[in-house]
């Protein structure tokens, strides 16, 4: 299929060629759901903890004794069932990473690549290459170009200039193409992506 290429001012600059294996797939939101959660456990820091009954500082003597009280056995003042007592079975840090076969992962990044071409929320910019790194110029570029929350996939390599004055836009994320995921493909409204990050992400995916 072909699709419109655009230069950073707004001009037309051609047009390119994107697989349909990549681009022209039906989406399926089961597959996109599985990569994201993936993604998104794998992110988890797992660093939740509470104090077990071994671990509170009471002192570990028998409160009162056994029998004779007309109250309930208690063994000392960490059981759970006292206030500031130890937690029973809570979370302990952990991950909650799990498994996903590259195939697999591959497969969830070209349908959102698919979803987001047939949503029309696909741009095929020519170049990011900028003058001079400067936020302010850059702003005006994007608001000119109607993006407002945009994802830049650009080659191995991203232009250091344009990372530079994207840094402090908080509507604008820069990636390489090995950065290329799909929770933020999706995440993004618009999706753009250079000549040199469609020719990486067709090696990479095929």
């Given at each position: ?23 022209g ?7 996109l ?32 004794r056994?029998k ?5 056995r208690?063994?000392d ?17 952990r ?17 959102a ?7 029309g929320e696909?741009?095929v ?9 400067k ?13 407002k ?8 390599a ?6 530079k ?11 390489p ?16 992506l250079?000549?040199a ?8 995916l095929?």
């Open positions: 299929m072909k699709a419109d290429v655009i230069k950073l001012d707004g001009g037309k600059a051609g047009s390119v060629e994107l697989d349909e294996e990549l681009f797939l039906e989406p399926r939101t089961d597959i759901h599985r990569v994201v959660r993936w993604q998104r456990n794998n992110a988890q820091q797992g660093t939740h903890k509470v104090k077990t009954r071994r671990e509170t500082s009471y002192s570990t003597k028998k409160i009162y056994q004779g009280t007309g109250g309930a208690h063994g003042r960490n059981a759970p069932i006292f206030r500031k007592g130890g937690v029973y079975k809570g979370p302990t840090p991950s909650h990473g799990h498994e996903l076969t590259k195939k697999f992962r591959k497969l969830g990044l070209r349908h690549l698919s979803a987001k071409q047939k949503a696909l741009v910019i020519d170049t990011i290459e900028i003058a001079e790194a936020t302010s110029q850059l702003a005006k570029q994007v608001k000119n170009l109607g993006w929350r945009a994802l830049v996939i650009d080659g191995a991203v232009n250091e200039d344009f990372a004055a994207a840094r402090n836009l908080a509507n604008l994320d820069v990636l193409s090995m950065g290329a995921n799909v929770y933020d493909i999706l995440k993004s409204d618009t999706l753009v250079t000549k990050g469609v020719e990486a992400l067709e090696a990479r095929k």
